[in-house]
């Protein structure tokens, strides 16, 4: 099964559960970092497109701060689902739109109506899920393909599918088993969402983990920062001595 088709099957499995994501400690680090790299009102009127953005978390993010319009992007139509009944939900009609379509195909074959050119992408986590570099390569031809010159490209990746941290489930998500494969690694990952925990089979390669910028400048990025869990709000509490320097949450 490619892993397209098995990102596809998981998701349907665990769609209604993974907004519960966004309350682990992962997942509020992570809205710190995608604050940071975005910054509150630095979006107002801008068009955000979110590639593989699943239940639209990060997407509300930026509405949150003052983006004009996200287009989602998604393979999964349970994942898209359960972020249009969370727009319902919030009375909002025309700020988030939802498009089913594979990101690692090119998307000027589908006839979604996207926007020709974004003031900034996103793609956060998707790259966890190609285990294979021409996957990759395909989803960075979108994000080259639809980032206007000078927009912003934000994306979240795992940085250390070996970390110590990773095994232990520190910050709410643990790897199951850890299989090597070609350029990579296999890994079962779980998330501590409550109630229940979400649990599927994820790729990491090491062009992706390992921090090399060689994709992200051959789609066309330039200045390209990264951003560690000690730049997160997290990184000035108390618990900031507790932090690995090589911690794998990261977003560049
Ligand atoms: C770990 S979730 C992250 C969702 C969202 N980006 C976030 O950070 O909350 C990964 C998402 O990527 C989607 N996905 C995986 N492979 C994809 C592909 N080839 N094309 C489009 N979406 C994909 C999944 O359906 C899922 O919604």
């Given at each position: 099964m490619s892993s397209q088709d098995k990102a596809k099957t998981s998701y349907a499995q665990v769609a209604t559960a993974y907004d519960g994501y966004?309350?682990?400690?992962?997942?509020?680090?992570?809205?710190q970092l995608i604050a940071?790299?975005?910054?509150?009102?630095?979006?107002t009127?801008?068009?955000?497109?979110?590639?593989?953005?699943?239940?639209?978390?990060?997407?509300?993010?930026?509405?949150?701060?003052?983006?004009?319009?996200?287009?989602?992007v998604d393979i999964s139509p349970e994942m898209l689902k359960i972020?249009?009944?969370?727009?319902?939900?919030?009375?909002?009609?025309?700020?988030?739109?939802f498009f089913e379509a594979d990101v690692s195909k090119p998307l000027s074959e589908y006839n979604h109506p996207l926007r020709e050119k974004y003031d900034v992408v996103m793609a956060n986590w998707i790259f966890s899920h190609a285990d294979k570099r021409s996957t990759l390569e395909g989803m960075f031809a979108n994000?080259?393909?639809?980032?206007?010159?000078?927009?912003?490209?934000?994306?979240?990746?795992?940085?250390?599918p070996f970390s110590h941290e990773f095994k232990r489930g520190k910050y709410g998500a643990h790897t199951g088993w850890v299989k090597e494969i070609e350029g990579g690694v296999k890994y079962w990952a779980v998330l501590?969402?409550?109630?229940?925990?979400?649990?599927?089979?994820?790729?990491?390669l090491e062009i992706i983990y390992g921090g090399s910028k060689e994709l992200y400048e051959n789609a066309g990025l330039t200045k390209i920062v990264e951003m560690s869990l000690e730049r997160s709000f997290f990184g000035c509490c108390a618990c900031c001595e507790d932090l690995d320097p090589g911690s794998y949450w990261k977003a560049l």
């Open positions: 966004a309350q682990t400690p992962a997942g509020i680090i992570e809205a940071r790299a975005l910054g509150p009102g630095d979006l009127g801008l068009h955000v497109l979110d590639l593989g953005g699943g239940s639209g978390i990060h997407a509300r993010e930026c509405i949150d701060y003052g983006a004009e319009s996200v287009d989602i972020a249009s009944n969370i727009e319902e939900s919030l009375g909002r009609e025309g700020k988030i739109r994000i080259g393909a639809y980032l206007k010159p000078g927009g912003i490209f934000v994306g979240i990746r795992d940085a250390n501590h969402c409550k109630p229940e925990p979400v649990e599927f089979e994820v790729a990491s």
